[in-house]
């Protein structure tokens, strides 16, 4: 039998106006079917947009307090389900089960912070210049807001947004990727089940170039929360910029590992391994450059080369299984044309760079753990983005080259150093350029309660996580009461 999932618009599960829909598969196993999902156009996101209007009249008058209550609730019923949603989303996006546990386990971590936030949501009091008067500035909602997630984190990332986005006060539209709609169905479930209102909450599924710019354009929603690539973000960033939209955007990266030479090389090697092929490579966070001091590079490229080719890969719901396949077929065919770019740069391929032939892995979108050395920083696979398990090492004589080649790309999302030099470790978390520095760390691995984001292309300046997504969905309010019972003029009566 077939299973036909459906939008969740003003609290009723249904499908697209039109009635379509599209297919969504096991990247490990195409013959495996998950379900069909509502291929929903300009008309769906419009009724979600209307029910959620309808219902910020109320939500956002219900105490913070409250509404982190709701949320709270939210992230129980998902520790309760987390088992299950784990393994729904490595069946819908291919992650191992490990990982996929952790991507739940942050949907909840993100529940409990942001329900606390419930009960602080600060705003400032502070002295006014003229007797008798009393200043301070609060936090209002925005409004209706659009939610724009992509599959490598289709738990974590729709409850970076969406609980920040209803504690405080907004109601929400989610137009999850097209590769994991399983996951947004089962998070919205438990949403249902912990008691938020109708309408407060509108799940939209279909394609980013219909429904996802239906979703941008919607003269109702008046906020667009994005991640994802760079080239898609740059024209929500336009399309927003036209209507005075605010916009916040999480983007691509190219984050690299600095190894100096003295690292624990031990330890460097373990956390080159995670953050390069940990989610098959498949984070905005993940490892893919290895820059490392030339008097240590062939005892690290050795380990790395060896252990790479130990990795287990297969599906990612067999425990044993240590990397899984990329999303789609391409998404696959995108890596391996990057290792074809690499080797006509002439850099040189010493492991992987291929796909895998044998039964085990022919149904699946596999790919095999890939090592380059002798890359140019200028190379293109040092620099473009890949969002696959390809790691390029470039080689470097000192510190301050080191820093100078990671900083040397368009993006500035994460980054990590390997080094017991205290003061080269301070050096670095003040002159690399990227949202987030690990010291004797992976790129990968962010918590939840710091700010999280990028500079440069990756990002447009705002931060998910942490409180700064508080001032995503939040405007500030300044309010003056004056109790001296006069016209007091600002500027003017208490002026020299
Ligand atoms: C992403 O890749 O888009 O820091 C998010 C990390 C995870 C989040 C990654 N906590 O790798």
């Given amino acids: 039998m077939r299973s036909i999932y459906k939008n969740y618009i003003g609290g ?54 409250k509404r982190g209550e709701i949320i709270f609730k939210a992230g129980e019923i998902l520790k309760r389900r987390k088992e299950e949603i784990a393994r729904a989303m490595t069946r819908e996006m291919g992650k191992i089960l490990k990982e996929t546990r952790g991507d739940v386990q942050e949907g909840i ?21 003229l007797p008798d008067k009393f200043a301070m500035s609060v936090r209002a909602p925005v409004g209706v807001c659009g939610l724009i997630t992509p599959w490598n984190f289709p738990l974590a990332i729709p409850t970076w947004k969406l609980f920040p986005a209803l504690l405080c006060g907004n109601t929400v539209i989610l137009k999850p990727a097209e590769d994991t709609p399983h ?110 001091h030339r008097d240590v590079k062939q005892r690290v490229t050795d380990a790395l080369v060896a252990r790479a080719e130990k990795i287990v890969v297969g599906s990612g719901l067999d ?14 065919e995108k890596v391996h044309g990057y290792v074809k770019i690499g080797k006509d740069e002439g850099a040189r391929l010493l492991t992987g760079g291929s796909l895998y032939e044998e039964e085990k892995w022919i149904n699946g979108w596999f790919y095999r753990p890939t090592i380059f050395d002798g890359v140019a920083p200028s190379m293109r696979i040092a620099q473009e983005e890949i969002f ?88 500030w309010k300044s309010v003056y009461v004056d109790y001296s019972g006069k016209l007091q003029k600002a500027q003017i009566d208490n002026a020299e």
């Fill in 183 to 292: 996951t947004a169905v089962l998070f919205f479930e438990v949403l249902e089940e912990a008691g938020v209102p109708t309408g407060v909450v509108n799940l939209v599924h279909g394609a980013g170039e219909i429904a996802g710019a239906a979703l941008v354009n919607h003269p109702e929603v008046k906020l667009i929360s994005f991640t994802g690539s760079s080239e898609v973000g740059r024209e929500i960033a336009a399309s927003c910029g036209k209507n005075l939209k605010r916009v916040a955007l999480e983007m691509g990266g190219k984050n690299a590992q600095i190894v100096l030479e003295d690292a624990d090389l031990d330890l460097a090697v373990e956390g080159a391994l995670w953050g390069a092929f940990g989610t098959t490579g498949q984070r905005c966070t993940a490892t893919s450059r290895l820059i490392v």
């Fill in 109 to 129: 971590d993100t529940a409990f912070y942001a329900g606390g936030e419930g009960r602080r949501l600060f705003g400032e009091t502070t002295p006014a210049e």
């Fill in 388 to 475: 696959g398990p390809v790691l390029s090492i470039i080689e470097v004589k000192n510190f301050e080259e080191a820093i100078e080649v990671l900083n040397g790309t368009r993006y500035g999302l994460s980054s990590s150093i390997y080094t017991r030099d205290v003061a080269r470790a301070f050096r670095s978390m003040r002159d690399i350029e990227a949202g987030i520095t690990y010291i004797n760390g992976p790129t990968i691995g962010a918590e939840v309660h710091l700010p999280f984001g990028g500079v440069k292309d990756t990002g447009n300046g705002h931060r998910e996580a942490g409180t700064t997504v508080y001032d995503i969905f939040t405007e």
């Fill in 319 to 332: 425990e044993s299984t240590e990397m899984g396949p990329l999303i789609h077929e391409a998404a696959r």
């Fill in 12 to 65: 009723r599960w249904i499908a697209a106006a039109s009635g379509e829909t599209f297919e969504n598969r096991n990247p490990a196993d195409q013959r495996d079917l998950i379900g069909l999902f509502p291929d929903s156009a300009a008309e769906d996101i419009d009724a979600a947009a209307r029910a959620a209007r309808r219902a910020l009249s109320s939500w956002r008058l219900i105490p913070a307090p």
